[in-house]
């Protein structure tokens, strides 16, 4: 039975829909596998994907860039983390290798988190690292203090000691890799009847939802909303309830994918899984840039190129006057969905390469 060890980034939710979206392929092609998944992204995004079984170890894997709210970074307070995070402390690493081992894992997968690349060495492991960027990569598009030098240089040798190294578009800094794959996203479930009817929202009624990738963010622009009744909004996250044509979903109620399929407009910030799940599904794409991050823009511009999507500018998205553009928005045209799945791409090379 194959057996992984999968290191997940706690920053937002994207690399572990990634992961999910991988795990999922890899479970479908090969049933006994088994996966041991290390982070701190909930346990239930993994059995919403329907991964269980599935061993769940809350471990911090790397540190991400600190969030004030879902748009603005806290530089300060992520120098710090990482100052203290690295460099990996070998008692550490050794315990983890042990479990691992005693796990059984014939292999370490990682996205992007480092310490898996440092626990697979330790073990004697192969690693597979999956990414669009690297955190070294991240921290260098930053004003940073000169004493963050030696965090990155470790950083960026982890990540060039990985056994396989495979990349996800959109790609932020293209290397010689193992593969290169479509954009990763998990599949819808339900069809955009069955959400609408368990949502209450008429077939022929125009629906935008607004996402925000996972992280915790206030809206305050919701009470315009009931100004535009001619729409019907969905918005997931941690509040659930429905205010006339405003319907919060919860966290956990509904499989993002599925909810994106049942709209007619995306409008959030342009995170990876937002816009993997929009891209496969081919909704139009309201995104909202973070210039300060240093992949964003590169998000961006893969949205202007092979998607259907219109930008809209921090400032309107706060302030409510983004809904003005909702007509352009729902008057772009819906792309044909996707037939390459990155997730397909990635599990039939992890099984090719036979661990």
């Avoid at 060890?5 to 572990?16: D, R, T, V």
């Avoid at 005693?102 to 999956?130: E, H, N, R």
């Avoid at 941690?238 to 993002?256: A, C, D, M, P, S």
């Amino acid at each position: 039975m194959l057996s992984i060890a999968y290191f997940i980034s706690s920053h937002g939710y994207g690399h572990a829909t990634r992961a999910a979206a991988v795990m999922t392929v890899i479970r479908q092609l090969q049933p006994n596998c088994r996966f041991e998944i290390f982070t701190q992204i909930p346990q239930w995004l993994f059995a919403e994907s329907q991964l269980e079984p599935f061993g769940y170890h809350a471990v911090l894997t790397d540190i991400g860039v600190a969030q004030q709210d879902s748009l603005t970074e806290d530089l300060t307070e992520t120098w710090q983390r990482l100052q203290k995070f690295l460099p990996f402390k070998a008692a550490n690493l050794v315990s983890l290798a042990r479990q691992i081992n005693q796990l059984g894992c014939q292999v370490v997968m990682c996205d992007i988190a480092p310490l898996g690349i440092a626990v697979a060495k330790t073990a004697g492991v192969p690693s597979v690292l999956v990414e669009n960027f690297t955190w070294d990569w991240i921290y260098e598009g930053y004003l940073y203090p000169e004493s963050l030098q030696p965090q990155i240089d470790y950083l960026r040798d982890l990540f060039t000691a990985a056994n396989y190294h495979i990349q996800t578009e959109p790609i932020c800094q293209p290397r010689q890799v193992h593969l290169t794959t479509s954009p990763v996203s998990r599949r819808v479930r339900s069809s955009a009847k069955q959400i609408r009817q368990q949502l209450d929202i008429p077939m022929e009624s125009k629906v935008v939802l607004i996402t925000m990738g996972g992280v915790p963010w206030t809206q305050p622009f919701t009470e315009q909303l009931a100004h535009h009744s001619d729409f019907y909004f969905i918005m997931p996250g941690h509040e659930q309830g429905r205010h006339g044509n405003l319907i919060q979903t919860g966290q956990k109620n509904f499989f993002h994918p599925d909810l994106i399929n049942a709209s007619d407009a995306v409008v959030g910030k342009v995170g990876y899984s937002t816009l993997a799940e929009v891209y496969q599904i081919g909704v139009p794409f309201g995104y909202i840039s973070r210039p300060r991050f240093r992949e964003s823009p590169i998000l961006a511009e893969f949205v202007n190129r092979r998607m259907s999507g219109l930008p809209i500018p921090e400032t309107q998205f706060i302030d409510g006057t983004w809904l003005r553009l909702l007509p352009d928005l729902l008057a772009l045209p819906r792309c044909p969905p996707e037939t390459i799945n990155g997730a397909d791409q990635i599990a039939a090379q992890i099984l090719a390469w036979g661990f």
